[in-house]
């Protein structure tokens, strides 16, 4: 019998726990050639914002170890555009749609929520408020528990779809900040999004990001992840969406034994197009190895105990 | 839309043309058959190791319907990584990505311009436009005669090429932009398409402008995804931010902002 990958996050019914990173698979439309979209978990799409933006200058990505840098700077066409060219596309495709959102002021966030609840075909709305690659708006929010709460609390009131928080690192406490999207009505929350990094070049002296620094993604920060994931499910009862390195079906096992509910892959979505559909097909495997019925029997169930066979 | 393969290709021939530069011949029916010139792939360098993106590099050449190649210069760990492959080696290639450069149906002349591994995707061009009678003319620049890669195959496909070199051992002494005038001036051509470093390019833009000549130019950029969902390769354009990936990496060169 094949294991049960379904799981439910934020009230949406999964068919497996695997999820595109926002930011990191456009909105779907780049990968159909190369992935069979209707197999993924649910589709989390590039951020939008109520206006359009240009983005950063270039050089917006460098290489780094297991990683890379990106100050991309939520270059998107604006909710107009992207109800009327990228929904209808989404729709078709048949599995949720997650659409994550940012702006530069609470009002942005609200207006955004306001314009996703009529469209109908969203699934949940994900709020970044974690970017770190804009001046105003993103991470800006997201370092203080009372602005997330501000921010989500509105977003609250403003829509009757299910609400995910993505959350940074680049804080002293994500416990502190989930608490306070929970507090404020968040239906799940997700984390994280990148390590605010820098690189520099030693011939030119000048940083390898045109804007300086970058948000650091792929499997560098898969640790600092996968800490962060079990601290937050440790303290807080909330659905989890872990991200941060997934590449694979071993990483996302790591992330569900520290607490996630589901996964999100990113940066490897650049690496290996199909990684998703790699990552599902591996999961199931990975069940079938050892026996098990359903991916949710391995949420949240790292042994804490004290011993350490390896090392 | 064009069909875009995932596939692992095996190492048919490696040639090191100099030291450090390296010609790779690669077995994919798929992308071969696809492919059109202009378009790149994008290339799988460092499996297993801490360099994670692919690398984007200019097809080079089709061979016999089964095969393509690449050119490339080691410029770091992943063209290092990638010129260490063995024969029969399997490579992760994805493509072929990009658009393409346009041939109008009608073009009865044209003139290339290549700056050092820039000849790399106008190899691939020539061989299209020999085969489609159209007649043209190139002017290569390197800045040795040993780094005029393969000036005989331009030779054979060409009417008459040019060869510059910056120490003077082959050619003209000097770079290829300084020949562009009096070329263009001999040979008329009805189009211009160049790749080569961007400086070179520019140069080659305004030239084409200046004689009311369209103009088309390839471009590097540095790229994660190479589908347009990462949004890293933009270039500066009349129109805004656009994506070398996927708008290009061949673009109209009055498009182009140029830096100054």
Not at chain 1, 78 to 97: A, C, N, S, T
Not at chain 1, 228 to 252: K, S
Not at chain 2, 232 to 238: A, D, G, I, M
């Amino acid at each position: 019998m094949k294991p049960d990958l379904s799981v439910e996050i934020a009230g949406i019914q999964l068919k497996n726990p695997v999820m595109t990173a926002s930011g990191t698979f456009g909105c779907g439309r780049e990968y159909a050639d190369l992935v069979d979209l209707k197999k993924l978990g649910a589709i989390v799409a590039k951020t939008v914002t109520l206006e359009p933006r240009k983005g950063n200058p270039p050089p917006r990505i460098c290489e780094t170890p297991s990683g890379m840098l990106n100050a991309i700077g939520l270059q998107n066409e604006g909710i107009d555009r992207f109800i009327e060219k990228e929904m209808p596309f989404l729709k078709k495709v048949g599995v949720p749609v997650i659409v994550n959102i940012a702006g530069d002021a609470v009002s942005d966030y609200v207006e955004l929520c306001r314009r996703l609840s009529s469209v109908g075909d969203v699934a949940a709305i994900e709020l970044n408020v974690s970017c770190p690659n804009v001046k105003a708006g993103g991470i800006a929010f997201g370092m203080h528990p009372g602005l997330v709460s501000e921010v989500v609390g509105a977003c609250r009131r403003a829509t009757g779809l299910p609400l995910i928080v993505k959350l940074t690192p680049n804080v002293g406490s994500v416990v502190g900040i989930a608490r306070a999207a929970v507090g404020a009505g968040a239906d799940a929350v997700s984390l994280i999004n990148t390590v605010i990094g820098m690189s520099i070049d030693h011939n030119t002296f000048q940083p390898r990001l045109a804007s300086g620094f970058g948000g650091l993604s792929g499997p560098a920060i898969r640790p600092i992840a996968v800490r962060m994931v079990w601290e937050v499910a440790r303290e807080l009862d909330v659905p989890i969406i872990g991200m941060g390195g997934v590449g694979d079906a071993l990483d996302a096992v790591e992330f569900i034994l520290a607490g996630a509910t589901a996964v999100a892959v990113g940066t490897a979505n650049f690496i290996n197009p199909r990684a998703t559909i790699d990552l599902i097909d591996g999961l199931e495997e990975f069940l079938i190895a050892r026996g098990m019925d359903s991916v949710r029997d391995l949420v949240g169930k790292v042994k804490m105990d004290g011993s350490s066979p390896t090392c | 839309m064009n069909a875009i393969y995932r596939l692992q290709a095996e190492v048919l021939n490696k040639e090191e043309l100099i030291p450090g530069v390296f010609r790779i011949k690669l077995f994919s029916e798929e992308i071969s058959r696809a492919a059109k010139p202009g378009q790149f792939v994008h290339v799988a360098c460092g499996k297993g190791r801490d360099f994670i993106l692919r690398r984007p590099f200019s097809i080079h050449r089709r061979l016999s319907g089964n095969a393509f190649e690449i050119l490339f210069q080691v410029v770091g760990r992943g063209t290092e990584a990638l010129s260490e492959v063995r024969l029969h080696d399997f490579v992760d290639v994805l493509g072929p990505l990009g658009n393409s450069f346009e041939i109008p149906p009608d073009l009865s002349s044209a003139l290339l311009v290549a700056g050092g591994v820039g000849i790399a995707p106008l190899i691939f061009l020539a061989d299209e436009l020999n085969s489609r009678k159209v007649r043209f003319y190139a002017i290569q620049g390197a800045t040795t005669q040993q780094r005029l890669f393969c000036y005989m195959d331009l030779k054979r496909l060409g009417r008459q090429i040019f060869a510059t070199t910056e120490d003077g051992t082959a050619g003209h002494c000097g770079r290829a932009t300084d020949l562009i005038h009096e070329v263009i001036k001999k040979s008329a051509p009805e189009r211009i398409y160049s790749c080569g470093p961007e400086g070179m390019l520019k140069v080659v833009a305004d030239v084409a402008a200046a004689f009311g000549i369209d103009c088309q130019v390839s471009v590097e950029r540095r790229m994660a995804c190479g589908l347009g969902a990462c949004l890293s390769c933009v270039c500066q354009t009349r129109d805004g931010y656009r994506l070398a990936c996927k708008d290009g990496p061949v673009f109209r060169a009055e498009e182009l902002s140029w830096k100054a």
